[in-house]
């Protein structure tokens, strides 16, 4: 399977793939699709924890962005849209399966007890103590790292994709640092 | 300890959001005392760790399924299996394997027979996203992680299918072809009947055979479909239209297909060996270290959590046969320095320091 990064493709060459989804061009809609749908599985596996669920909202996703080509505001970025849109698509998904309290039980079901600064010790430098930290933030923290550290995303896009202000933002992150920075203090 | 505010300059510093301004202030912070620069240095570890690995989607069939949908013109072959979010209910008859933590694996026995009722229904051909889209006469079996089954079609044909995997077939064969899909694992007892083809489409290949016995391995997580033939004759081709590679095979062969090449030239070989998993035994050649673990996930029923996703690319030639989890996990941790820890159903896997 190809693997194409964003990287690779500057934000011109996306926007001009916009411009020509708007068109009605096929092929532009295919490149965005392989572009954007493991970086958006990835970002809707965070709200819902299943797989298969993730990718069919992305698809879902996809497809309502097809049917809607011929409106899309060209000054709007594509990316955040499709970010928006999943991200949607996965709170209606929580909110009608009444899943979202059972998806926050679960991730303190999966917390072990704390560990002492010895085991700590033993644990150093591993990425487990790190990933474990991480999974121990408060939900919407926890998402709005994510989206910062994994999905790559600015604070601004994170602010618009969720729908709050960029402060929010800031004082999520600045809070995750320091509840990382108590958590790990024994880590090199 | 940080106070709010430095917190937050700290941490829209490190993920790229500060202004030469707040860089300027940041200096200062790691001027006012000695431990501070050490404390940075740290959270920049966490800061750049990265997000640990699970499995990729396959964008290719999702892609497919999107453009059927949208009727956007691909250029590939109809009827993919849809992928099912609810699982069939089996009828009472199946026998389940037990936990893993009791190893009574040698005490399976070849063949029993399930019938199943029909459950979750769904069409093959033009198939469409939505969960509610029903044709009656189709019939889709997931196996669980951790449990073995054998089904008997309208035919007689038996097929015995591994966990994890699954079959998509009709309640009744009509037409001119007997077609299942398959996504996963099965040996296959095909009755004979000379007049109607029992052709099976397993990911990227199709398996043609009249009457005979066989094992197919097509996992989609796996680049390569492998079939074995025990007794019979059998036709291997790639699942695309005008594909013209094509091979029979016929007792004791085994032929490999990958998507971008024709399948491999039959070769004999050891089918035996090819049809033990069903005694839950099963040699690995140069694979990788994650359709290892994507086996090991699939019968023992959990999970593995890689902290580092590098290791999942690591080849490894291993025989597993019939042992407890530890042990195959301690045969494997001796082989590629990697430490496993449980964690519940979770089993963590952390280089060996």
């Known amino acids: 399977m190809q693997v194409r990064d964003e990287k690779s493709a500057t934000s011109s060459a996306i926007?001009?793939?916009?411009?020509?989804?708007?068109?009605?061009?096929?092929?532009?809609?295919?490149?965005?699709?392989?572009?954007?749908?493991?970086?958006?599985?990835?970002?809707?596996?965070?709200?819902?924890?299943?797989?298969a669920t993730a990718e069919s909202m992305v698809q879902e996703a996809f497809i309502e962005l097809w049917s809607r080509r011929s409106k899309?505001?060209?000054?709007?970025?594509?990316?955040?849209?499709?970010?928006?849109?999943?991200?949607?698509?996965?709170?209606?998904?929580?909110?009608?399966?009444?899943?979202?309290?059972?998806?926050?039980?679960?991730?303190?079901?999966?917390?072990?007890?704390?560990?002492?600064?010895?085991?700590?010790?033993?644990?150093?430098?591993?990425?487990?103590?790190?990933?474990?930290?991480?999974?121990?933030?408060?939900?919407?923290?926890?998402?709005?790292?994510?989206?910062?550290?994994?999905?790559?995303?600015?604070?601004?896009?994170?602010?618009?994709?969720?729908?709050?202000?960029?402060?929010?933002?800031e004082t999520q992150m600045g809070r995750a640092l320091r509840y990382l920075r108590k958590r790990l203090q024994y880590l090199r | 300890m940080h106070d709010s505010n430095i917190s937050e300059l700290l941490a829209r510093y490190l993920s790229g959001e500060c202004s030469q301004a707040e860089e300027r202030e940041v200096?200062?912070?790691?001027?006012?005392?000695?431990?501070?620069?050490?404390?940075?240095?740290?959270?920049?570890?966490?800061?750049?760790?990265p997000e640990p690995g699970f499995e990729p989607s396959d964008v290719n069939r999702l892609w497919q399924e999107v453009a059927q949908q949208t009727g956007i013109a691909s250029g590939a072959d109809s009827a993919l299996p849809r992928r099912t979010l609810t699982a069939v209910r089996p009828a009472s008859g199946w026998r389940r394997f037990p936990a893993p933590d009791?190893?009574?694996?040698?005490?399976?026995?070849?063949?029993?027979?399930?019938?199943?009722?029909?459950g979750f229904l769904l069409s093959r051909a033009g198939s469409h996203l939505m969960p509610w889209s029903q044709d009656p006469e189709q019939v889709t079996l997931n196996i669980p992680n951790g449990q073995r089954?054998?089904?008997?079609?309208?035919?007689?044909?038996?097929?015995?299918?591994?966990?994890?995997?699954?079959?998509?077939?009709?309640?009744?064969?009509?037409?001119?072809?007997?077609?299942?899909?398959?996504?996963?694992?099965?040996?296959?007892?095909?009755?004979?009947?000379?007049?109607?083809?029992?052709?099976?489409?397993?990911?990227?290949?199709?398996?043609?055979?009249?009457?005979t016995k066989f094992n197919v391995r097509a996992w989609q997580s796996d680049e390569k479909v492998t079939v074995a033939v025990a007794e019979g004759k059998v036709s291997l081709a790639p699942n695309r239209e005008n594909a013209e590679a094509r091979v029979v095979l016929t007792e004791n062969q085994i032929s490999t297909l990958t998507p971008d090449s024709g399948p491999s030239v039959p070769r004999v070989g050891d089918v035996a060996s090819r049809i033990a998993w069903m005694q839950n035994e099963v040699a690995f050649e140069d694979a990788p270290l994650s359709e290892i673990l994507n086996q090991l996930e699939r019968w023992y029923d959990v999970r593995f959590v890689l902290a580092d996703s590098s290791a999942a690319a690591e080849r490894l030639t291993v025989h597993i046969k019939s042992r407890s989890i530890d042990e195959i996990l301690e045969l494997i941790s001796m082989l590629t320095d990697l430490r496993f820890v449980h964690n519940g159903n979770e089993i963590g896997v952390f280089p060996e320091d």
Not at chain 1, 43 to 50: I, T
């Open chain 1, 72 to 169: 899309l505001d060209p000054s709007r970025n594509i990316k955040t849209y499709l970010y928006v849109s999943v991200r949607n698509n996965a709170l209606l998904h929580l909110r009608h399966a009444d899943v979202e309290q059972r998806g926050a039980l679960h991730l303190q079901e999966g917390q072990p007890r704390v560990e002492t600064p010895d085991e700590l010790l033993a644990k150093q430098e591993t990425q487990a103590a790190i990933q474990q930290a991480i999974s121990e933030l408060p939900e919407k923290r926890r998402i709005i790292f994510q989206m910062n550290r994994f999905d790559k995303l600015s604070y601004r896009e994170i602010a618009e994709i969720k729908a709050i202000s960029i402060k929010t933002v």
């Open chain 2, 149 to 211: 089954q054998t089904v008997t079609l309208d035919d007689g044909t038996s097929i015995a299918l591994d966990a994890g995997s699954t079959l998509h077939y009709p309640e009744r064969f009509s037409g001119s072809l007997r077609t299942v899909v398959l996504a996963g694992e099965g040996y296959f007892e095909v009755a004979s009947n000379p007049d109607k083809p029992f052709v099976i489409q397993a990911n990227h290949a199709v398996v043609t055979v009249l009457g």
């Open chain 2, 102 to 118: 009791t190893y009574n694996w040698l005490r399976y026995a070849a063949f029993f027979v399930a019938i199943l009722s029909v």
């Open chain 2, 27 to 49: 200096e200062v912070w790691l001027n006012a005392d000695p431990a501070n620069p050490a404390a940075l240095e740290s959270m920049k570890a966490v800061w750049q760790t």
């Open chain 1, 15 to 51: 926007s001009e793939l916009a411009q020509k989804l708007q068109g009605g061009d096929e092929a532009a809609f295919e490149k965005l699709f392989h572009l954007y749908c493991q970086p958006l599985i990835n970002f809707a596996r965070r709200y819902v924890r299943d797989t």
